[in-house]
């Protein structure tokens, strides 16, 4: 599949990096600007020495179903910096998306959302240039504040930051650490944890990228 070309990759100085976050924050959508889904990818990497392994799983949606796996290889060629890690993973994820050829109509990324300090996440950095709504679904809190949300499956609470609602922590599985879920783009918090509760079977992430965190687990041990 074809994305736009937002913007080069080969930037090391910071403050370009900031620039580029800052640019695009003023473009995020938080509302719906979809109709009801009907096929759902999720995103994952993992990583050898030198290359990171893309993988991206697509569902039908509700039912689960699996469409298609895209795995792709790709050089590493940016260290993680906590606050930029779409610029380490994206080149990753275009060059698996490049490999699909089963649209979705949202993509949920193992990664933040608007749920980052300057509101832009791997998921929602990502939507620019797939030009998708797109989820946030992390298994650590990067920023913000929240209670603790009960302790039965689907329960959640709302992640302030600075009194405004950046994203939920949500109880996948009952008595398990949660997730946190934000929007990425082009789509509302409500809808977001819609689709995540919707794709969540035994794991505790949902279907996509639980599928995508095994397979990318099997590829790295093939090669280690």
């Keep these: 599949m074809k994305y736009q070309k937002i913007h080069d990759f080969n930037i090391t100085d910071e403050k370009e990096l900031l620039a580029i976050q800052h ?3 003023t473009q995020i959508v938080k509302q719906d600007m979809m109709i009801e889904p009907k096929i759902v990818s999720g995103f994952d ?6 290359y990171g392994i893309g993988v991206l799983v697509t569902v039908s949606y509700p039912d689960l179903k699996t469409l298609e796996v895209a795995i792709a290889h790709h050089k590493v060629g940016f260290d993680y910096i906590s606050g930029f890690l779409a610029f380490r993973e994206l080149p990753i994820f275009l060059t698996t ?3 699909a050829s089963v649209e979705p109509d ?5 990664g933040h959302g608007y749920a980052h300090p300057r509101r832009m996440g791997l998921a929602t950095h990502a939507s620019f240039f797939i030009q998708k709504p797109t989820i946030g679904v992390a298994k650590k809190n990067l920023i913000g504040t929240f209670k603790e949300p009960k302790e039965k499956k689907g329960a959640y609470e709302y992640i302030y930051d ?3 609602i950046i994203g939920a922590v949500l109880r996948s599985q009952t008595s398990i650490k949660p997730i946190y879920v934000s929007v990425g783009n082009f789509i509302s918090l409500k809808t977001a944890l819609e689709i995540v509760l919707n794709t969540i079977r035994k ?3 949902p279907e996509p990228l639980a599928r995508a965190d095994k397979i990318g ?3 790295r041990k093939e090669q280690l």
Excluded: G, H, I, P
């Design 23 to 25: 640019s695009l924050r």
């Design 45 to 50: 990497a993992a990583y050898t020495e030198q």
């Design 97 to 99: 998306w490049k490999k």
């Design 106 to 110: 949202v993509v949920l990324f193992d």
């Design 162 to 164: 600075d009194n405004e």
């Design 203 to 205: 794991n505790r992430l």
């Design 217 to 219: 687990r099997q590829k």
